[in-house]
Nanobody, 117 residues
């Protein structure tokens, strides 16, 4: 298992930007696919963006062109750069590390992102 700690959430106006970061307690290189999920009030948790061990990325349609996921294996971190934020992006964002060998999911505690004027 790996512990994950997120940072970077907060309140931002529509059109603004935030950068979320997630630091893992173990080496993520070659073992963990890294993902960001989000959960809005009254809704289920859904995938926002993911990056494989080889660096391939995937995004949910509503954030394509606005969000960018990246990973730094040397620092055991994954980041989510969020630009052109919209009120509908408001949610708790969770970092996820999925062990590609066991498919075990590790979760961070979540960080609140609120987009409002």
């Amino acid at each position: 298992q790996v512990q994950l700690v997120e940072s970077g959430g907060g309140l931002v106006q529509p059109g603004g930007s935030l950068r979320l970061s997630c630091t893992a307690s173990a080496n993520i290189s070659g073992t963990y696919a890294m993902n960001w999920y989000r959960q809005a009030p009254g809704q289920g948790r859904g995938l926002v963006a993911g990056i494989t061990v080889t660096g391939r990325t995937t995004y949910r349609d509503s954030v394509k062109g606005r969000f960018t996921i990246s990973r730094d294996n040397a620092k055991n971190t994954v980041s989510l750069q969020m630009n052109s934020l919209k009120p509908e992006d408001t949610a708790v964002y969770y970092c996820n590390a999925r062990d590609i060998w066991t498919l075990y999911d590790n979760w961070g505690q979540g960080t609140q992102v609120t987009v409002s004027s």
